[in-house]
Each structure stands twice: as structure tokens, then as C-alpha cells.
């Protein structure tokens, strides 16, 4: 028994091929079934059609009120709503190949806490011909970046199926519209198993992938790390800001230094921009998941726990280029080496005083 899950925005003229080729497959296999299309409300005659399959056919509409067009959230209020334990999950549009429905589902006869994808990627996956060089390397690109994630070889694909009892759906928290990559990383599921498929291309409508949906993915991914790696995904992409505010502060130092200032006053000048820079940036991207607080009062906090940080970063720089010819003849790298010193008491400062605030990822 198994509730099949098809999200949907703008596919009234894919619905009624789909809803019958899966109809044939489920019978051909006497699996019971029920399909559940869950439409974003999109201005078409969805409505209309399924409510005319409704009568031949296990299939129902729903159409969420009260949040955010979103593909992944489609999903979980389908799952919400399913009668069977069993939920597989397909995109409308025929990319996904009805006839492997069966074999997508058969894994879990045997071992119902696995999760099972229909792999593009596995001996024997493959994708449509059609396809351009820039979406295959897209798509290559998005699977390589979210393989850290999962043993998974397909991530991205949307075409799996689980048993429901092992996922929290009031813990998920998905953007976009790699719904699987969610489920994998946070459900209570036993490993991944894999049946290749060959993925084809649409023939009605056009694809909602779009750059707002590759920056979505960027976010959600950025969330599984964190879920997955806590603080050490923090971590990094907290040195990456640093790495961005370092260029700053170079500039600073050596436009300080072209306008007159002696070195060490241009080092101590350039910290303002560079540490202003830092702060904007982990207040959007690396701690954007934390409570947010008044910007005037947690710039002066970051500022403070930065000076604190700075006047090792300086006092290093300092002495090293006083006291060891070769610093003086190399700046750059005691500025390197300072600013290097003083990136994990930064980092421990924000964690713990200025973004402590924690939120779920």
C-alpha cells in the first residue's frame, strides 16, 4: 500500500498522462495506492482535471493555504496527509519513469528503514540525451557539493521513497526543492539504497529551475551542513568570511599607507572596515540562523570581542616585525600570521556571546 506524492505548480497538462500511466503500473504490479497531487496553487485548471480523474482514479488535490510557493514544502504537507506508511515520492512532468515504481519500492518489502532513490547516477542510471552542457554541469556541480551529505550517489534526485514513521516532519526545514537530500540527511532511516533509472526529459511545460532556485539550494545546503557538522560547519564558513574580510583589511592597510600613514597606524586603521565587513556578512550567512538582535548593539558586541582578538593579531604583528628582520622585510605575512592567531578566539567570541542565540538548522 503506497501513497505516491507528486508536487506540483503549473502541470495541468502533464497530470492526466501521469495519473494514468501510473494507474496501468500499479495495477500491472497489483499494488494498491493512493496519488495525492499537491498544487501550489498555480493558475491553471488543475483544480478541474484532477476532480475529473477523482472519479476513475485514486487521486486527490491538495492545495495548501497560508505559506510560501515551495516544492519541498508541497511534499510535506503531502506526507502529512498520506493514508499509507509507504510514500514515494515523483515529480509530475514524466521525467521520472512510472514503470520503475515497483522497483523503487520493492527494497522496502525487505528492509522498510532504508531510504530508496531512483538514481541517475548508479551503474545502469542514465539521463536524457537531450540534456545541455550547462545542465548536466549544473546538475554535476549540485551533487558533488551535497555529497558530503549522504553515501548517496544522486542527492539531487526526486524520485525516492521511505517509510514516514521514520522522519519528524515538524524537524524538517526545507527550502526549495531537493525535498530527498532533506529527508536523507534528517530522517531516522537505516542507509540509502539505489535503483537506477533513466531520467528523461519533459515534453510539457518548462523546468522552475532558475537562479532563485540554485541560490534556495545554496541556503538548504548550507543548513545541512550545519545540521550534519554542527560547529565545524560553522567554522568554516566562518573562515570564509574572514578570508573575504582579510582582502578589506589589506586594501585598507595599503591605501592607509598611500595616503600617508606610517604601517602599524594603517594596520590599526584598516581593522574598522574590515571588521564591519565581517560582522554584516556572519550576520547574514554564517550565523543567519540565529536569533536575530538590534544591529547597533551586536556590531558594538562583535567590535569589542574583535579588539580583543585584534590586540593579539596586532601585538603579534608588532613584535614580529620589531624584534625579526625577516617580518619587517615580509609585513604581509605577519599580518598573515596575526590575523591567523587570532581566528579562533574570534570565532569562539561570536559562537558563545555575540550570535548565541541558536535556532534550529
Known amino acids: ?51 475529473g480523474l477523482a472519479n476513475s482514479f485514486p487521486v486527490r488535490l491538495i492545495q495548501p493555504n ?17 493514508r499509507f506508511e509507504t510514500v514515494l515520492v515523483m515529480d509530475a512532468d514524466l521525467s521520472h519513469p512510472p514503470e520503475m515504481i515497483p522497483k523503487i519500492v520493492k527494497p522496502l518489502e525487505t528492509d522498510g528503514s532504508r531510504f530508496v532513490v531512483g538514481s541517475r547516477y548508479t551503474n545502469g542510471g542514465s539521463f536524457d540525451r537531450d540534456w545541455s552542457l550547462w545542465r548536466f554541469f549544473n546538475s554535476y556541480i549540485a551533487t558533488m557539493i551535497a555529497r558530503p551529505l549522504t553515501e548517496c550517489t544522486d542527492p539531487m534526485s526526486g524520485f ?3 517509510n514516514r514513521k521514520l522522519v519528524d516532519l515538524d524537524k ?57 557538522f554542527k560547529g565545524w560547519a560553522e567554522f568554516v564558513h566562518y573562515g570564509a568570511v574572514g578570508a573575504s574580510g582579510f582582502i578589506v583589511d589589506v586594501v585598507f592597510y595599503y591605501l592607509s599607507q598611500f595616503i600617508g600613514f606610517e604601517h602599524q597606524i594603517a594596520r590599526a586603521i584598516s581593522f574598522w572596515p574590515a571588521v564591519s565587513w565581517n560582522w554584516a556578512l556572519n550576520r547574514v550567512t554564517t550565523f543567519s540562523e540565529r536569533q536575530r538582535r538590534p544591529k547597533a548593539k551586536q556590531w558594538f558586541e562583535f567590535v569589542v570581542t574583535s579588539l580583543i582578538g585584534f590586540s593579539v593579531n596586532w601585538g603579534i604583528y608588532f613584535v614580529l616585525t620589531s624584534k625579526v628582520p625577516f617580518f619587517d622585510s615580509y609585513r604581509l605575512i605577519a599580518l598573515i600570521v596575526g590575523i591567523g592567531c587570532a581566528s579562533i578566539f574570534n570565532f569562539t567570541a561570536s559562537t558563545l556571546f555575540v550570535y548565541n542565540e541558536k535556532r534550529a538548522n
Open 66 to 82: 497560508g505559506r510560501e510557493k515551495d516544492l519541498s514544502l508541497s511534499v510535506v504537507d503531502g506526507v502529512r496527509e498520506a
Open 172 to 228: 524538517l526545514r526545507p527550502i526549495g526543492y531537493k525535498i530527498g537530500l532533506e529527508l536523507m540527511v534528517r530522517g531516522e532511516f537505516s542507509g540509502v539504497s539505489e535503483v537506477a533509472i533513466q531520467f528523461k526529459n519533459r515534453k510539457v511545460g518548462t523546468s522552475k529551475m532558475n537562479f532563485a532556485q540554485q541560490w534556495k539550494y545554496l541556503r538548504h545546503l548550507r543548513r545541512l551542513y550545519l545540521h550534519r
Open 1 to 51: 500500500m503506497i501513497t505516491i506524492v507528486v508536487p506540483t505548480y503549473r502541470e495541468a497538462g502533464n497530470v492526466s498522462k501521469l495519473v494514468d500511466v501510473v494507474d496501468a503500473v500499479m495495477k500491472d504490479a497489483k499494488l494498491e495506492y493512493e496519488m495525492l497531487i499537491v498544487d501550489d496553487n498555480s493558475p491553471d485548471d488543475i483544480v478541474e482535471i484532477v476532480a
Open 160 to 162: 525516492f521513497a521511505f
